[in-house]
């Protein structure tokens, strides 16, 4: 292996060594927000014609699991590295900004799909669901895990104790998620916060990821893919440049 | 070419928030050639700047001016070159919690490109008493053992050029020795080996040259030996009853009832033997000695002398 591919390999068994913690936890979370949810409001709410709300919400979750758990990878490894002190070992070794920026952003992605993949396989007994057009949940699944990923290692090389982490993730990355419309469609809401709505990157990786579902959604996919893309190349090229640059972790 | 080479290199450190402009100098205009096969020695008392010399050769800090390379590759423009031919033994005992010793230094070669590496991980294990540990957990070493793993993380990839920044700080004598011998067998090998150090009795023993850092400027660079055949020759070591009068105090070397003056010569010997009995202070026990490189280092950071040819 070489540097990139050991860094990689290295993030992933670091995951995988608490996967308690990092896959099993997650997966029952979403498990119980559709057990709850779906219960109270599977007769109550019609999302899309001919979709009942439970399967509505299988993609959703699955989506939101993909996101939150990619960026926690990420930005949990690089500040835990930073207070341990270990970090210290990276940065002696002939590795490149980009070397850093795949390794901590692919473990993230790989995190990100295995508890989606996981919480997809739990909640799909509970919905009659099908993939109308597979290639866009891979699409969405991939870049979506990735640009969170990219601001988990933004976030991480940022903050400089768990508190200020624990700020990212509490104000701004769970409200961005849970406003993005997984537990609802958008177009149930009153036209202003419609408006504010679409302002939310989220809401795009939640309603592509769903198009690839249903092969309905409340904005077109490629549209979809587009700000997604652009937020991605965004969030890299910073990410890339904080650690080119040594951002907080070279004096 | 130098194995470590530093020209003309400042470091500044912008002052806390606040203070708008103002920094502090913890390097001022350092050059300094270590060639290859030295076992060179860095001494300073705290805050002199040792480390963070270190920290700009391993590229972990950037020098605010000047030029730092490791065997001819700069160590900013050419990192990468730079970093595969350093071997850096960081002061801070750090460890990941995640994996065993065999699988730290597995990861470790990884990052610097080395596959197969088990043969040499194993012989580094071996030389440095962590056989039997090579599946422990990093968090059920002892402090000394975490030391060790720290020494072998930074030679997984058999780098030319070795850094040990303070390692034997907090050390018990078995390991040091250890650890000492295995140095010296590197450095007998060809390796070039820069270390800092609080125990100068090491660094008398280890290298053959020695710089000395005082405020973030090299105050002494020299040869061991010219450094203590410079120095004054004798050291009179009293005991005595109470304390130093303070025109006699700045001059002496106090450990508790213990005072050592530096000597050139009988006479000074005699006036010191002089001044004490003036004082009123009732001398114990007597002892004449040759100087050490502590006196010398005392010496050097009291201003009393400064580098260049050796004599002051």
Not at chain 2, 187 to 193: D, F, M, R, S
Not at chain 2, 208 to 220: F, P
Not at chain 2, 264 to 284: K, M, P, Q
Request: proline share 3%; charged share 15%.
């Amino acid at each position: 292996m070489n540097g990139w591919q050991t860094l990689l390999y290295k993030e992933v068994l670091r995951f995988w060594k608490v996967s308690f913690q990092t896959i099993a936890a997650p997966v029952l979370t979403a498990v119980l927000y559709l057990l709850i949810f779906g219960h109270v409001l599977e007769n109550r709410v019609k999302v899309y014609d001919s979709i009942s709300y439970t399967a509505f919400l299988v993609p959703g979750l699955v989506m939101m699991s993909v996101l939150q758990n990619a960026f926690a990878n990420s930005s949990s490894s690089l500040i835990q590295s930073k207070i341990m002190g270990n970090l210290v070992f990276l940065l002696l070794a002939p590795l490149s900004h980009w070397a850093w920026y795949f390794a901590y952003v692919g473990s993230s992605v790989l995190r990100g799909l295995v508890v989606g993949g996981g919480v997809f396989l739990v909640t799909v007994w509970f919905a009659d669901l099908s993939a109308e057009a597979p290639l866009w949940i891979v699409v969405f699944g991939v870049l979506g895990a990735a640009l969170l990923g990219s601001l988990g290692l933004i976030a991480g090389l940022w903050a400089e104790k768990f508190d200020q982490l624990a700020a990212f993730q509490n104000f701004l990355i769970m409200p961005m998620t849970f406003l993005s419309g997984v537990f609802y469609s958008i177009h149930s809401l009153p036209a202003f916060w419609q408006g504010v709505s679409h302002l939310n990157p989220f809401f795009y990786m939640i309603d592509g990821f769903r198009y690839g579902f249903f092969g309905v959604s409340d904005v077109s996919p490629w549209l979809s893919l587009m700000i997604v893309g652009l937020a991605l190349l965004a969030a890299a090229g910073v990410a890339l440049n904080l650690l080119r640059t040594g951002y907080k972790i070279r004096s | 070419m130098p194995a470590i080479s530093f020209q003309s290199v400042s470091k500044d450190y912008p002052l806390a928030r606040g203070a708008k402009g103002a920094s502090f100098r913890a390097l001022d205009n350092v050059s300094l050639d270590i060639e290859e096969g030295e076992f060179f020695g860095l001494l300073g008392p705290n805050g002199a700047g040792k480390t963070t010399m270190i920290s700009i050769l391993a590229g972990l800090s950037r020098a605010s001016s000047g030029r730092v390379s490791v065997l001819g590759s700069d160590v900013q423009a050419d990192y990468a070159a730079a970093r595969l031919k350093l071997g850096v033994v960081p002061q801070e005992l750090v460890f990941d919690p995640f994996f065993n010793v065999r699988e730290a230094l597995r990861i470790q070669s990884g990052y610097f490109g080395v596959r197969n590496n088990d043969a040499w991980i194993d012989e580094l294990l071996e030389s440095l008493g962590l056989a039997d540990k090579a599946h422990a957990n990093m968090r059920q070493l002892s402090g000394g053992m975490k030391r060790r793993v720290l020494v072998a993380q930074a030679l997984v990839h058999k780098p030319p050029v070795i850094v040990l920044d303070e390692p034997t700080a907090g050390v018990d004598v078995e390991l040091r020795q250890t650890l000492w011998k295995f140095i010296a067998g590197l450095n007998k090998q060809g390796h070039t080996v820069l270390l800092t150090t609080h125990y100068l009795e090491e660094a008398e023993a280890l290298c053959g040259r020695i710089a000395m850092l005082k405020a973030g400027r090299v105050v002494a660079l020299e040869r061991t030996s010219d450094l203590l055949k410079a120095a004054s020759s004798h050291v009179l070591r009293l005991k005595i009853d109470g304390e130093l009068p303070a025109d006699l105090a700045p001059l002496a070397r106090v450990t508790g009832r213990i005072v050592q003056f530096a000597a050139h010569d009988v006479r000074e010997i005699e006036g010191y033997l002089a001044a004490v009995r003036e004082a009123g202070l009732v001398v114990e026990d007597v002892e004449i000695t040759k100087a050490d490189l502590e006196d010398v280092f005392i010496e050097v950071m009291g201003g009393r002398r400064t580098s260049g040819g050796g004599e002051s």
